[in-house]
């Protein structure tokens, strides 16, 4: 995950820029080179922009303001060509509801770290705070009673006025619906998948980021999760969690998981599965390995060393993979941020062990949660062409897609079993 300027920080979070949307034409047309025009389609497309959360990349000077470009100024046209699509009593509304979640991050000691985040951290490790962000505004379909402790004011506050300003200009889709979506569709398969193995699998979340799965899924209560990630990182979760616990606020996050385990190491390295052994995951136990917006950003030898790693695991226990794949158009976004990519991962695991894959697109019924009611959004219009498109006919932009996948395998089956 990475962090951008101001005002293209929060551009993983938004499926597509509503201003964008509406002036796609005119914004490609303005573009004076073939680069620039496949970056505005993967933003048309609805691309999760989310930065290298673990590759450390970093995109140049000229691709962050090219983003940021596009960015502003779809939003001013749509502002300009609409007006206001929320009544005064949806903003009282909204008002009320944005004061609550600020008020979890009154108590002194957790503004103080928060400000050792915007002082200390990178962009990378920042960039976990903006997903917290979009879990804790988009509250009315993510319980994730953490997520604003985790985001701390300045990352909540830079997507509420983008939030805002989409929902004033009637936009097809409102900044975070990307990561509302694929963090309910990961929600639902982690369920799903625990009833599958038995209710007691060990659960693995890998560059979990300021996740709170362990706080606020109950179908984990006889479930041990390893959250592995960068040092600094889990410390400064688990101390964030602590202070707004132990503040006058008195604010609970019960642990639904059996246990949490926190697992300091960074999947780049070639002995994280070593570290994650030493903390006690049990190879030969049935395991959920979730890999929530991260693989792309790994490079391809880094990503094929993760997915064989887990798929070693089919051979001694039941295994679930749950994991977001971009397609090659996916990464022309910007090649110094996504590196590994596969058009057909439903054909790609079973290569290396696993005997059942199913693959979704947002938009589809499993992905979808009533979040996208727009009749012209673009996930559904992307979703209704043949995966092997890669051109949109309507427009001439790449076809950028982001599939959401679910592999498993166990020591008695056949990777023939069944790809769907």
């Given at each position: 995950?990475?962090?951008?300027?101001?005002?293209?920080?929060y551009?993983?979070?938004?499926?597509?820029?509503?201003?964008?949307?509406?002036q796609?034409?005119?914004?490609?047309?303005?573009?004076s080179?073939?680069?620039e025009?496949?970056?505005?389609?993967?933003?048309?497309?609805?691309?999760?922009?989310?930065?290298?959360?673990?590759s450390?990349a970093?995109p140049?000077?000229?691709?962050?303001?090219?983003v940021?470009?596009?960015?502003?100024?779809?939003?001013?046209?749509?502002?300009?060509?609409?007006?206001?699509?929320v009544?005064?009593?949806?903003?009282?509304e909204?008002?009320?509801?944005?004061?609550?979640?600020?008020?979890?991050l009154?108590?002194a000691?957790v503004?103080?770290?928060?400000?050792?985040?915007?002082?200390?951290?990178?962009?990378?490790?920042?960039s976990?705070?903006?997903?917290?962000?979009a879990?804790?505004?988009?509250a009315?379909?993510?319980?994730?009673?953490?997520?604003?402790?985790?985001?701390?004011?300045?990352?909540?506050?830079?997507?509420?006025?983008?939030?805002r300003r989409?929902?004033?200009?009637?936009?097809?889709?409102?900044?975070?619906v990307m990561?509302?979506?694929?963090?309910?569709?990961?929600?639902?398969?982690?369920?799903?998948?625990?009833?599958?193995?038995?209710?007691a699998?060990?659960?693995?979340?890998?560059?979990?980021g300021?996740?709170?799965?362990?706080?606020?899924l109950?179908?984990?209560?006889?479930?041990?999760?390893?959250?592995?990630?960068?040092?600094?990182?889990?410390?400064?979760?688990?101390?964030?969690l602590?202070?707004?616990?132990?503040?006058?606020n008195?604010q609970?996050?019960?642990?639904m998981?059996?246990?949490l385990?926190?697992?300091?190491?960074n999947?780049?390295?070639?002995d994280?599965i070593?570290?994650?052994?030493?903390y006690?995951?049990?190879p030969?136990?049935?395991?959920?390995?979730?890999?929530?917006g991260?693989?792309?950003?790994?490079?391809?030898?880094?990503?094929?060393?993760?997915?064989e790693?887990?798929?070693?695991?089919c051979?001694?226990?039941?295994?679930?993979?749950?994991?977001?794949?971009?397609?090659?158009?996916?990464t022309?976004?910007s090649?110094?941020?996504?590196?590994?990519?596969?058009d057909?991962p439903?054909?790609l695991?079973?290569?290396?062990?696993?005997?059942?894959?199913?693959?979704?697109?947002?938009?589809?019924?499993?992905?979808?949660?009533?979040?996208?009611?727009?009749?012209?959004n673009?996930?559904?219009?992307?979703?209704?062409?043949p995966?092997?498109v890669?051109?949109?006919?309507e427009d001439?932009?790449?076809?950028c897609?982001?599939y959401?996948?679910e592999?498993?395998?166990?020591?008695?089956?056949?990777?023939?079993?069944?790809?769907?």
């Amino acid at each position: 995950m990475l962090l951008y300027t101001p005002a293209t920080c929060y551009a993983h979070c938004v499926a597509v820029q509503g201003g964008v949307v509406r002036q796609r034409g005119r914004l490609l047309q303005a573009m004076s080179s073939e680069e620039e025009k496949v970056k505005a389609a993967c933003v048309v497309n609805g691309t999760d922009e989310m930065a290298a959360k673990r590759s450390g990349a970093v995109p140049s000077s000229k691709e962050e303001n090219k983003v940021e470009a596009l960015v502003a100024n779809g939003s001013n046209s749509v502002e300009a060509e609409h007006g206001g699509g929320v009544g005064e009593e949806d903003d009282a509304e909204a008002e009320a509801e944005f004061a609550a979640v600020m008020a979890q991050l009154a108590p002194a000691g957790v503004r103080a770290l928060h400000a050792r985040v915007e002082a200390e951290w990178g962009p990378v490790l920042q960039s976990a705070c903006q997903t917290a962000a979009a879990r804790a505004l988009w509250a009315r379909a993510v319980r994730d009673p953490a997520a604003a402790v985790l985001a701390g004011e300045r990352f909540l506050r830079g997507l509420r006025d983008k939030m805002r300003r989409d929902e004033r200009a009637g936009a097809r889709e409102v900044h975070g619906v990307m990561i509302a979506v694929r963090t309910l569709w990961f929600d639902a398969r982690i369920e799903a998948a625990v009833h599958a193995l038995g209710g007691a699998p060990q659960v693995v979340l890998l560059g979990a980021g300021m996740d709170a799965r362990a706080y606020r899924l109950s179908c984990l209560k006889e479930c041990t999760v390893f959250e592995l990630d960068f040092p600094e990182l889990l410390e400064m979760k688990s101390d964030l969690l602590h202070e707004a616990m132990s503040s006058e606020n008195h604010q609970k996050f019960t642990m639904m998981a059996k246990s949490l385990i926190r697992v300091p190491a960074n999947i780049q390295d070639a002995d994280w599965i070593t570290k994650l052994q030493s903390y006690g995951y049990v190879p030969e136990r049935n395991t959920i390995w979730v890999l929530e917006g991260i693989i792309y950003y790994l490079q391809d030898a880094q990503a094929m060393q993760v997915l064989e790693t887990i798929a070693a695991s089919c051979t001694s226990a039941s295994t679930v993979l749950l994991a977001d794949f971009m397609n090659k158009n996916t990464t022309s976004l910007s090649p110094t941020m996504y590196h590994f990519y596969h058009d057909s991962p439903e054909l790609l695991l079973p290569s290396i062990g696993f005997s059942q894959v199913t693959l979704s697109q947002i938009g589809d019924p499993q992905a979808h949660f009533g979040l996208l009611s727009h009749p012209e959004n673009l996930f559904d219009k992307l979703r209704r062409l043949p995966r092997s498109v890669e051109i949109n006919p309507e427009d001439g932009t790449p076809c950028c897609r982001l599939y959401f996948v679910e592999a498993s395998a166990s020591p008695d089956a056949s990777p023939d079993d069944q790809t769907r």
